[in-house]
């Protein structure tokens, strides 16, 4: 019966006038408690998807360049109700949660709503609507813009169907990454809360180092690109795919909203959001032969793989919730923030003209973090699950009526008869078209600064620690297939796998341990951003494990200062980072962001405290707990020198 | 029926016939996914895979071999502890199965003498199988394909997965059976029937309680 009790919005084409009388009759003899329970929870009515049972070689055929890309609208604040509290307002249907830490230093300003719910959006015009999972039914999701010094409060309702046919999971915890979030707001994988329930994100919007600094901390610490996506435990890769994610923007006063109005002490790059700032949110899909009688072209959803993830990668490349879709520039600088939102291709993008010749375009930013200097890369610009680029491309380099491309190194599966380019380029691997279609309007920004910004200086470690992604053997096995795991364990979210002291630093090792093979971890720690100091890599683990070899940092990490929140880790390499844990304390994740990788529980958690004794007390729980698991004890507590052979 | 049949019965594999509580989940891919072969019990009867085993059922699946000396003893014993833990529901809502990788070899009786080796036997619920090589390896295929070539024509790579399915409620997932007993756990009871809305309400209030008293005691919360 509740389930048909939702506003008939544009959302609900399944709700005729019969069943609105049936409704009207059922909600009459239901009674008060009935209406108590669709009050709390009402489910949306969008048909369910009818998937095909076999995954299909192709996607069906498109046209490449047909659509225009979309545009994420920017989210629009809201005054909630029941108004968000300092306390979990459990018995008003709110997930259970701990008190928001530093709530009344960061009042929230600004508040948003974000429903997560089914819908359906035609991913091409050749295809025919799609069922997904969006926040407000919209794929991608709208942009909170925010501002440093501005908290904001973003409930997120979950309305995800009771019954569902995909290979996706109705419950959800959404992580902004990488916010500097308070633990209760940060989207453990383990809080995740079912359909009709809801919970209230505090983001104080503030720079890391808020004791040390003040009012809203480090301005040295800016980050402005994140995304919010769900991290559901075991089920993050096909809530992901499915569409439960979406940008979010903080500007200061270095990096402003409306480039034209910007104050000269400001940067000054293209940030008019929608017209010269875009977001450009990358993933990939494969589609069920298009459903006529139903009037559906189907995502495929379910792929059991721990490898490549439980959702599919696939052959259509879209951008912005288009296949291969085309963009109306004019003859000037614009700014694209490149997201990947996985779940699991990593995407090696150049810009290309028509004959596939690559032109230059800068990286400003990576990670949300800008860099020191701005950096020109040569060849493929290459972005792992969950990292974001803030790319420029001065467009004023190109013709009026010339195109330009976004190529992509891999080629996908376009569609029948679709001519080539140009011999240098095989429309197949052009993620989407640029067309310069005039000079421009608004005036163009300055010329990129050559410096961008300062960054914080780095404190000496008070401790050291290494994390070992791993991927063993099992016995009688010989390939490496077992669990994927870290220091030998996978998820627990009760377990506790490493203790850091609230205003600490540590440096951290992440490794590569996997016993033969080259798989590449993109690693993802939550809550603080680390510079990569080096890298080393095992040339011949099977023979010479102990044995490293130091590598050049990536061209970004080495020339420009790039700081980050995903470490690239390919196969057998190792890197050091330096993190300083402030301000909050609680519950956080270290986990590889290939969602496959992820959701088999290459994920585990760490946690800030505050006290010398809890972090004794925690120091003795994880020695017992890895001596109860026959592991090995040291492997799992700090030092307080540097390791040898963490060169 | 005298008193020892009704405890075969009972104790055996033998699905409750016609119990209208055995309801498929509309989208459940049915025999389509699972098959719906004729295999063979450990008590040496004939089941049907999806109508008799899998049907609006929540069911751990494994593959292992009755010589296997590696993997499967240990999953097994993990598999015992698991059943240990679910003692209350196996045989009436959840059920484990597991199905032979080498059915020339096992018969009903070397499986039979492989469950009792290692306490599996006469445990309410728990169904070791064989079959038609064929239709085993279709199963071993449909549910434990990784799309992976070194992977699939592994043997011993399927020894160590557990498939857990709900059919009533349309989950399909799986867990690692060298992980933790914890997140063993965890993964089944995520195939679990999910909680009508007030009764989760009523659990969250009382997990708000212990968050409260966690955050008064150790200044944050510890567990989820």
Redesign the interface.
Same mark, same amino acid.
């Given at each position: 019966m509740s389930k048909k009790r939702k506003k008939t919005g544009k959302e609900s084409p399944g709700v005729t006038r019969r069943d609105m009388l049936k409704i009207g009759a059922a909600a009459s003899v239901m009674g008060p408690t009935m209406l108590t #329970?669709w009050k #709390?929870?009402a489910q949306t009515s969008v048909a *369910?998807p009818i998937i095909c @049972?076999v995954e299909p070689e192709n996607s069906p055929p498109h046209t490449p360049f047909r659509d225009n890309l979309p545009i994420p609208s920017p989210a629009i604040p809201v005054l909630l109700n029941p108004a968000p509290t300092k306390?979990?307002n !459990?018995?008003k249907?709110e997930?259970?949660?701990?008190?928001h830490q530093r709530w009344e230093q960061f009042l929230p300003d600004v508040q948003y709503y974000q429903e997560a719910r089914p819908a359906t959006q035609r991913f091409h015009s050749d295809f025919l609507p799609s069922y997904f999972w969006g926040f407000n039914g919209k794929y991608p999701s709208e942009t909170p813009l925010n501002f440093y010094g501005s908290p904001t409060i973003v409930r997120f309702r979950n309305k995800l169907p009771? +019954?569902?046919?995909n290979?996706g999971?109705?419950e959800i915890t959404i992580h902004l990454h990488n916010g500097h979030t308070a #633990?209760?707001s940060d989207g &453990?994988a =383990?809080?995740f809360f =079912?359909?009709? &329930?809801f919970k209230d994100n505090h983001y104080a919007n503030a720079y890391a180092g808020i004791d040390a600094f003040g009012g809203i901390g480090n301005q040295l610490e800016a980050m402005h690109t994140f995304w919010f996506h769900d991290h559901r435990a075991?089920w993050t890769a096909p809530n992901n795919y499915l569409g439960l994610n979406g940008m979010y923007i903080v500007y200061d006063n270095i990096d402003t909203p409306f480039d034209f109005l910007a104050p000269s002490s400001s940067l000054r790059l293209p940030s008019f959001y929608g017209i010269t700032d875009i977001p450009l949110i990358l993933t990939d899909k494969i589609f069920c032969a298009t459903d006529t009688a139903r009037g559906r072209t189907e995502m495929f959803q379910? $792929?059991? @793989?721990?490898?490549i993830g439980s959702a599919p990668g696939g052959d259509k490349w879209v951008v912005n919730g288009k296949i291969q879709p085309k963009h109306a520039v004019r003859r000037r600088k614009y700014r694209f923030r490149i997201l990947n939102t996985g779940p699991a291709k990593e995407w090696n993008l150049m810009l290309v003209d028509s004959n596939g010749v690559q032109k230059p375009w800068t990286v400003v930013a990576v990670d949300a973090n800008f860099l020191n200097t701005p950096w020109q890369p040569t060849g493929n610009l290459r972005i792992p699950v969950a990292s974001r680029y803030d790319i420029i491309i001065d467009f004023s380099q190109f013709a009026v009526g010339t195109s330009v491309y976004l190529r992509e190194n891999a080629a996908q599966f376009v569609s029948v008869g679709a001519a080539p380019i140009s011999a240098g380029l095989p429309v197949e691997n052009v993620l989407m078209r640029f067309d310069i279609i005039g000079n421009t309007i608004i005036p163009d920004t300055p010329p990129i600064p050559s410096t961008l910004v300062q960054l914080p200086t780095l404190t000496p470690p008070d401790a050291f620690f290494e994390w070992r992604f791993q991927r063993p053997t099992?016995? =009688?096995?010989t !390939?490496c %297939? =077992? /669990?994927n /795991?870290i220091n030998g364990? %996978? &998820? @627990? *979210?009760?377990?506790v796998d490493h203790a850091v002291l609230k205003g600490s630093t540590e440096e951290w090792t992440l490794t590569n341990d996997i016993c033969t093979n080259n798989w590449t971890h993109p690693v993802h720690i939550h809550f603080e951003e680390g510079r990569v100091l080096s890298r080393s890599i095992r040339l011949n683990p099977t023979t010479q494990p102990d044995v490293r070899t130091p590598v050049a940092l990536l061209p970004d990490e080495a020339t420009n200062n790039a700081r980050r929140d995903v470490y690239r880790l390919a196969g057998q390499e190792r890197i050091t980072i330096r993190l300083q844990f402030r301000d909050f +304390?609680? $519950?956080y994740l270290i986990h590889c962001h290939n969602m496959g990788h992820e959701d088999?529980?290459m994920m585990v958690r760490w946690?800030i +405290?505050? #006290?010398i004794a *809890?972090l004794n007390h925690k120091r003795r729980q994880i020695a017992e707990q890895r001596r109860a %698991?026959g592991l090995s004890v040291e492997d799992g507590l700090p030092t307080y020198q540097r390791k040898d052979s963490a060169s | 029926m005298n008193r020892r049949s009704l405890f075969a019965n009972f104790m055996s594999d033998k699905p409750v016939e016609g119990n209208p509580s055995f309801k498929p989940h509309p989208a459940s891919k049915g025999a389509k996914r699972f098959t719906n072969a004729l295999l063979r019990t450990h008590e040496d009867k004939e089941v049907r895979f999806y109508d008799d085993l899998i049907k609006g059922r929540q069911a751990i699946i494994n593959m292992m071999y009755a010589n296997c000396e590696g993997a499967c003893p240990l999953i097994t014993s993990t598999l015992v502890k698991v059943h240990k833990h679910y003692k209350e529901r196996m045989g009436k809502d959840l059920f484990m199965y597991s199905i032979t990788l080498k059915p020339e070899q096992d018969d009903p009786a070397a499986l039979k003498k492989f469950a009792t080796m290692h306490g599996a036997v006469n445990l309410p619920g728990w169904t070791f199988l064989t079959g038609d090589a064929f239709d085993i390896k279709t199963i071993r295929f449909k549910l434990f394909r990784i799309n992976h070539v070194n992977f699939d024509l592994d043997l011993d790579f399927h020894a160590s997965k557990l498939r857990i399915v709900n059919d009533a409620t349309n989950v399909y997932t799986h867990a690692n059976p060298y992980t933790s007993m914890f997140t063993i756990l965890q993964h089944i009871s995520w195939a679990d029937p999910p909680k009508p809305y007030d009764e989760q309400l009523k659990e969250n209030i009382e997990i708000q309680k212990r968050i409260d008293r966690e955050v008064k005691v150790y200044g944050y919360r510890k567990t989820t």
């Open positions: #329970s #709390s929870y *369910e @049972d306390n979990a !459990t018995s249907g997930a259970p949660r701990a008190p009771l +019954v569902h046919n290979g999971r109705n #633990s209760e &453990f =383990g809080d =079912g359909p009709g &329930f075991r379910e $792929r059991e @793989d721990p490898e099992t016995p =009688g096995l !390939t %297939a =077992g /669990q /795991q364990l %996978a &998820f @627990d *979210e009760n377990r +304390v609680g $519950r088999d529980f946690d +405290v505050d #006290s *809890e %698991a | -």
